[in-house]
């Protein structure tokens, strides 16, 4: 029996979809974060649980083909790229097969698969980080809290954010330290300087700075602003959230601009987009575009014959705004009553007249929208990574949409979803993945939902 502190030979035959390797010892599955399948290692068990055990590599004896050089200081640290240890070729394969492994187990859905699609940019990808801001060692640090915890690895330079977010970390750090500003401190509530948070609009050029603070003010704001101005390659705008709450959440209730409007502007799919702190918006903008011509296409709107499209977990509106031309009507529902006033102003901005959009819990609204009759031929989903509430789904397949196209961040719960649908008539069609986060475990994936008895579009 395996035992504690013990050294073993492993061969790494499988990936979890955390991205641990995974070996057999003794009987038992041993997982072992950064081995990829095709690794021989030596690992040092760390714990045993009953049918399975946790390693950690300590020699590599004969590396994986799929294996790549890692090139980030903190990787396994930071928690955030846990298959930056692999080949991109071998990080793909393993992502399409977690979605149709789920697909196939929890959702019982075989499909002929699309080829999974690659993101244009597998590094300096991002248009959003969110950075806590701590002391370390005696220094002001910005970084990523480690994995299951709140301690924070300094990260100044992550090298899936655009490379100016960098020289904004760098700075914030320093002008904090020479200013003697505090950064929080979470085991009493004190300090001042929480997180930074920054936004990039990449057709715009634009970048929002966001400083959030415990307290009502932030000490020799306009000198940070011109030292924070030159590293921005283009209009900046600066604001600060204040947040004096004892949790995690990372915004307080409002914004404060100091220097611009404190939004940005982006363009994606072909849709100018007017972004705040709050607003919900893929973090891979030309992976995003790829994802939104899949859901395009499975939609099927035809502007021969318009259609009503319902577009539910709306957010800022881009799904339902990309496919506005080809329907008739379109109705956007979202929760979060910033996000449906973002999605009219994006309406009005791009001239967009024959959408609306509800503030309203997604299965209220289903429901409401069954009551009052209306039949949309097309609906297209893109929940949380919780998925879509059970009644929500219930409602939808009673109004009898001919298709039902689900976006989705988190594969199981799409599966668990596409069971329901299954059970209320309707039968999986087509299936993709895109992959909007490189060197992560997390992928996108879009099924098309066709209501039985309906003709297949391809």
Not at 304 to 332: E, F, N, T, W
């Amino acid at each position: 029996m395996l035992q504690k502190n013990q050294i073993v030979r492993l061969a790494i035959t499988d990936l979890t979809h955390e991205g641990s390797g995974v070996g057999h010892a003794d009987g038992l599955a041993v997982f072992v974060p950064r081995t990829a399948p095709g690794d021989e290692a030596e690992v040092k068990i760390v714990q045993v649980r009953g049918s399975y055990a946790y390693g950690i590599l300590q020699q590599l004896i004969v590396p994986s083909p799929q294996r790549a050089e890692n090139d980030c200081p903190v990787f396994s640290r930071c928690g955030g790229c846990t298959l930056r240890h692999l080949s991109y070729e071998a990080e793909l394969a393993a992502k399409e097969e977690w979605v149709k492994s789920n697909l196939r187990r929890i959702g019982k859905i075989e499909l002929d698969w699309e080829p999974i699609l690659p993101s244009p940019q597998i590094s300096r990808y991002r248009n959003k980080a969110q950075y806590p801001i701590r002391r370390v060692n005696g220094k002001v640090e910005v970084g990523f809290f480690a994995p299951r915890s709140h301690r924070l690895v300094p990260v100044r330079d992550c090298l899936l954010q655009p490379e100016h977010f960098s020289a904004i970390c760098r700075e914030v750090c320093a002008f904090a330290q020479e200013k003697n500003i505090p950064p929080y401190e979470e085991e009493n509530g004190s300090g001042l300087l929480r997180h930074l948070l920054l936004r990039w609009g990449e057709t715009s050029g634009q970048t929002l700075v966001c400083l959030v603070v415990n307290g009502d003010s932030l000490p020799h704001v306009e000198e940070l602003i011109q030292r924070l101005e030159p590293l921005c390659p283009g209009e900046m705008t600066f604001c600060f959230s204040e947040n004096t709450r004892r949790d995690n959440v990372i915004l307080g209730k409002s914004i404060r601009a100091v220097t611009g409007s404190g939004r940005i502007a982006d363009k994606l799919d072909g849709v100018e987009l007017s972004l705040s702190p709050y607003s919900f918006y893929q973090v891979n903008r030309g992976a995003a575009e790829l994802l939104y011509g899949v859901a395009r296409e499975y939609a099927g709107l035809d502007e021969s014959s318009p259609q009503l499209l319902l577009d539910l977990y709306c957010g800022v509106g881009a799904i339902g705004l990309s496919m506005a031309s080809g329907a008739k009507r379109v109705i956007g529902v979202e929760s979060l009553a910033s996000a449906v006033e973002d999605a009219k102003e994006n309406a009005a901005r791009n001239d967009i007249d024959n959408i609306e959009f509800l503030c309203a819990d997604a299965s209220m609204a289903a429901a409401h929208l069954q009551q009052q009759g209306l039949r949309p031929q097309v609906v297209v989903v893109d929940p949380p990574r919780k998925g879509v509430e059970e009644a929500a789904l219930r409602s939808i397949a009673t109004m009898g949409p001919e298709r039902i196209v689900h976006v989705s961040c988190n594969s199981a719960t799409l599966a668990r979803d596409c069971q329901i649908l299954t059970e209320c008539g309707y039968r999986a069609v087509r299936g993709r993945a895109v992959d909007l986060f490189p060197r992560t475990a997390h992928v996108e994936c879009v099924i098309l939902m066709q209501r039985s008895g309906i003709e297949d579009k391809k």
